[in-house]
């Protein structure tokens, strides 16, 4: 990918239109850092700000071209009633997935693991980097066994459901991942839609 394409401008909005939106959306600028990986595996983080956000995600100003269904890092001062965990930390890091993609902006979805059991495990939001309708692979910072029930849910949303890890393994990024296999519901159509 040339250096002139990466630099091309984006657009991402987590929802498949204003009608099917399952929470409001709050005005909202905030200075945010975003950490990604070009298709070759080279890294690039930026500065960008936020224009909107609400419980399952945010729009971000971003300089650099976003792929549907790219795995991003964030770190940014959002307000404690959009977060789902670092209630109390200056900045809140999480893992989120660009949805729809254009000119000069991304939307990103936030997803939660929850272990059932305890084990000293937290919930943690994360991204699915690989989503169909029976399963997904996640990024996680936990350790997990193969054959655990977890719980899946996407936060302001109403997909909720228990998963199987299938496998669990450390990605060449030097990430944990999970795959799972959903066993309640499969992920609704909205999530998967182009």
Not at 54 to 70: D, E, I, K, P, T
Not at 149 to 161: C, K, L, N, Q
Request: proline fraction near 6%; aromatic fraction near 8%.
């Amino acid at each position: 990918m040339s250096a002139e394409s990466r630099d091309r401008g984006s657009r991402a909005d987590w929802g498949t239109g204003h009608e099917r939106r399952r929470e409001l959306r709050m005005a909202l600028s905030l200075p945010v850092r975003i950490q990604g990986q070009y298709p070759d595996g080279q890294p690039w983080e930026e500065m960008a700000t936020t224009s909107d956000a609400s419980f399952g995600g945010a729009s971000l100003g971003l300089r650099r071209l976003v792929l549907r269904g790219q795995a991003l890092h964030l770190s940014l001062p959002l307000p404690k009633r959009f977060r789902t965990h670092e209630f109390s930390a200056p900045s809140y890091r999480v893992y989120a997935v660009a949805a729809r993609c254009g000119p000069a902006l991304a939307g990103v979805f936030f997803f939660v693991l929850k272990p059932s059991s305890d084990g000293g495990r937290k919930e943690e939001s994360t991204v699915a980097d690989n989503l169909g309708a029976g399963g997904a692979r996640v990024k996680t910072t936990q350790p997990f066994a193969q054959g655990e029930i977890i719980e899946v849910e996407e936060p302001g949303g109403a997909f909720r459901t228990r998963a199987s890890v299938r496998n669990a393994y450390v990605g060449p990024d030097a990430v944990g991942r999970l795959n799972l296999m959903f066993l309640d519901e499969t992920a609704p159509d909205r999530l998967l839609s182009n």
